[in-house]
């Protein structure tokens, strides 16, 4: 890709089919586990009674893609143009989307580990600060918008927010094990404060 900006929509197309598929695969390792129960006689519900982990962790991470696809569609609502610094910052927010599959098996094979939490929440840690970046990235690069005033004080604060407090996230639980996947609950924390600081 040259220098020059191009329009966005490629990308933006581009994004959503790789969100689409990171989404899918999530279901993958539970549809592959029944044959497995079925050779081993094991009844129906056996297929939900023992992938409780796994159930979880899919649908915690349906919901992580989910979340983060909307604040990714809304940034990319407000620009016009693509050049290729964010082209790249795209690229690399994809990658941790499409990783995503991987430590959620993990979270669904080793529960409460803590190296499966550490690894999960570090790559929802970096999807985030690639998302912040682009935010960030295109607030100050003028021509890349519509309206770069669009982009303000409450939504650089909140994707700020929300890679602070997943930084958090992580060195709670690095430090405090018990914590886990508990410590995700701190992602409420920076709307609440953004709603206090900008009403």
Known sequence: MSGRPRPAERLVFFSDAVVAI?????VLPLVDSVPGLLGDGRPAAAAISENGWEIASFLLTFVVIAHQWLSHHHLFEQI???DVVLVWLNIAWLLTVAVLPFPTEVTGAYGADRFAVLFYIGTVLANTLCLTA?????????GLA???SMIDGRWVFGSVGASAALVLAFALSALVPAAGYYS??????PPQLAR???R
């Not at 682009?134 to 003028?142: Q, S």
């Not at 995700?184 to 924390?189: D, Q």
């Open 146 to 148: 519509h309206d770069a």
């Open 80 to 82: 016009r143009y693509v």
């Open 196 to 198: 206090f600081r900008y």
């Open 22 to 26: 990171a989404m899918t695969l999530l």
């Open 184 to 189: 995700l609950l701190l992602l409420f924390v």
């Open 134 to 142: 682009m935010t960030l990235y295109v607030r100050r690069t003028r």
